[in-house]
């Protein structure tokens, strides 16, 4: 026999898988229940990462809610990130890039959103190099300077100066930045202002 005779024995288990396969029994190399099952996982997957980016967790927790198997959740999760319709590092650092750019979102509280996601400390960390202390400050000052910008009288007493400083000090604060950078810059804002109104 040459090598390019055909063997009858592989020939043979071929046909008798796709007999198999055509009765529905799946058989050898192709089960068709289990490619039935991982179809519908695949098609939730797919319409909720159509939706938006997901990180690998993100996307898992939703399919495990929506009641499918674990098991067949995990391999349909391990072929979409071969394909790389899944990629952790590559969620993580267009979900810093963006939240930061559209919503002045601080690094601290990007972090949090991220290990919320299920991204790893590695990853979360390379992502959030992206923002540096000077980015974080110049977000921060814009937020502070804008919330200075609705004081419309200047403040009659110190009472009065606290209670506007700890206003423009917590827009800050709930979008994450430092505290004490949080003080000086809301402190700058509001002075700035008052100095216009006077």
Do not use: C
């Amino acid at each position: 026999m040459t090598s390019n005779t055909p063997d009858p024995e592989k020939i043979a288990q071929l046909r008798e898988s796709l007999a198999q396969y055509a009765s529905g029994e799946g058989g050898g190399f192709f089960d068709r229940e289990a490619e039935e099952a991982k179809a519908q996982v695949r098609k939730r997957a797919l319409g909720l990462l159509d939706q938006r980016a997901r990180s690998r967790e993100e996307l898992r927790g939703r399919l495990i809610d929506a009641e499918f198997d674990p098991g067949v959740v995990d391999e349909v999760l391990d072929d979409l990130q071969r394909s790389r319709l899944i990629d952790d590092a590559t969620f993580a650092h267009e979900w810093v890039r963006q939240r930061h750019a559209r919503r002045g979102k601080s690094a601290r509280v990007l972090d949090r959103e991220l290990r919320e996601k299920g991204v790893d400390a590695a990853l979360r960390a390379d992502a959030l190099e992206q923002i540096d202390q000077s980015d974080e400050e110049a977000t921060a000052r814009t937020f502070a300077e804008k919330k200075a910008r609705a004081v419309k009288t200047a403040p009659v007493d110190r009472d009065d100066y606290n209670r506007q400083l700890r206003r423009v000090v917590g827009v800050l604060a709930r979008r994450g930045f430092d505290g004490g950078m949080s003080m000086r810059l809301a402190r700058e804002a509001l002075d700035a202002r008052i100095a216009e109104l006077d």
